[in-house]
């Protein structure tokens, strides 16, 4: 298996999930794309891990993952504290900070 | 002759996982239905699990469907559900800036993509280049406990946290 392959994959994932995370404007569609995002960081380790016969990249993908998950957790908590307070989870009508 | 065969199988199965990945990551930002991108995100992460077996990460890759697919697509559909997404297709799911977020992720996608090949153009990984998990469980059991410890202290203070921000008053 070629490297760039691998990095490739990551590189479209990660550049989908940007895309996500500019164009969506429902909270949960963001979150979501966050995790695009997160997924693509863990193919590089681990393909990177797997180059240099090291494995610290599976460590480092597990810690990821766990970051990932606690990320979620809060990030649904706070768009469900937005729903609560304005009935929608449109992020482009939370705007009172900006000038 | 039994390397050879093991390799092309090894690349149809990659192509087959990354066609998946790729079409599911693409339906999860432009569908109009919000349950169906969750789905949609069910099919990118198993895909994404599926290339670190490939990779030879055989714990990366279950941890990957145990903790996204087992977990944080049902957190996701809790919160779907919490915030009364109609069931049906929605309009207003993406913003007017998607020109520009369109523009920045072509950009992103083609320096990545310029530089990777670039640099690592036809390097091949090892052959074999399996790490076993007891060698993973000795790394982060030595090497990273620390950070490890961390990790769970950070998990106890997001469940705290999610718990405070979500109570009623």
Same mark, same amino acid.
């Given at each position: ?99 | 002759? !039994? &390397?050879?065969?093991?390799? %092309? ?7 087959? $996982?990354? =066609? #998946? *990945? /790729? ?30 077996? !490939? &990779?030879?990460?055989?714990? %990366? ?7 996204? $697919?087992? =977990? #944080? *697509? /049902? ?95």
């Amino acid at each position: 298996m070629l490297i760039n392959e691998f990095l490739l994959l990551g590189a479209a994932l990660f550049a989908i999930g940007v895309y996500g995370v500019l164009a969506r404007r429902n909270g949960v569609m963001v979150l979501m794309s966050i995790e695009l995002i997160l997924n693509a960081v863990n193919i590089n380790l681990v393909a990177f891990g797997a180059l240099h016969q090291d494995v610290v990249g599976q460590v480092f993908a597990l810690f990821v993952i766990t970051v990932a998950a606690a990320e979620v957790g809060v990030g649904l908590a706070i768009v469900l504290l937005l729903y609560r307070n304005r009935q929608s989870i449109d992020l482009d009508e939370v705007d009172s900070m900006s000038g | 002759m !039994l &390397l050879a065969e093991t390799q %092309v199988a090894q690349h149809i199965a990659f192509g087959v $996982i990354a =066609a #998946i *990945v /790729v079409g599911g990551a693409l339906l999860v930002v432009t569908t109009n239905n919000v349950v169906r991108a969750a789905l949609y995100l069910v099919a990118v992460l198993a895909g994404v699990g599926a290339s670190f077996l !490939l &990779l030879g990460a055989e714990f %990366v890759g279950i941890t990957q469907i145990l903790v996204y $697919i087992g =977990a #944080i *697509v /049902v957190l996701f559909l809790f919160g779907i559900m919490l915030t009364r997404a109609p069931i049906g297709s929605e309009l207003r799911l993406t913003g007017r800036g998607w020109p520009a977020g369109l523009a920045v992720a072509i950009a992103i996608a083609g320096v990545l993509g310029y530089a990777l090949i670039d640099q690592f153009g036809n390097d091949k990984l090892p052959p074999g280049s399996q790490q076993y998990t007891a060698q993973v469980s000795d790394s982060i059991f030595s090497t990273y406990l620390v950070p490890f410890e961390v990790v769970s202290v950070l998990l106890l203070a997001a469940l705290v946290g999610a718990i405070v921000l979500a109570r009623k008053e």
